[in-house]
């Protein structure tokens, strides 16, 4: 990990090179059904509290019913950065022993010390943010 104190915050940098389409790592958290947004903005649950105050979102949609959430049990992809113009991680659901995951695959070349970036899209964003 690496504090880019120049805008973004915490940023997570490879250590070894990886070709195109090598599974880099994968995203680990709580693995839960997915909240309802009432139930996610209402005041007081620690998710909204979290987002809201923090500006701090590691909710994760695996499936439209399941999620992970990252912000108390995790490992460094958590610290993985958004790009919308130069990402080179893709993530993708895939199934292990019936559960789905998050596994982040190189989408190009990416050299040993370069930042690991992929695109969170749109629905992270909250809307008139971006």
Request: charge should be neutral; charged fraction near 25%.
């Amino acid at each position: 990990m690496k504090d880019y104190s120049w805008g973004p915050g915490w940023g997570l940098e490879i250590l070894e090179s990886a070709k195109p389409k090598e599974l880099v790592s994968v995203y680990l958290g709580d693995s839960m059904n997915a909240l309802p947004d009432i139930t996610f903005r209402k005041e007081g649950e620690w998710r909204y509290m979290i987002a809201t105050y923090l500006h701090r979102n590691y909710m994760f949609s695996m499936t439209k019913d399941r999620e992970i959430d990252s912000s108390r049990a995790a490992n460094e992809t958590r610290f993985i950065n958004h790009s919308s113009d130069a990402p080179n991680l893709s993530a993708e659901v895939r199934w292990v022993c019936g559960e789905p995951r998050i596994a982040f695959f190189a989408s190009r070349y990416i050299k040993a010390g370069e930042e690991l970036l992929f695109d969170y899209g749109p629905k992270f964003w909250p809307k008139g943010s971006g």
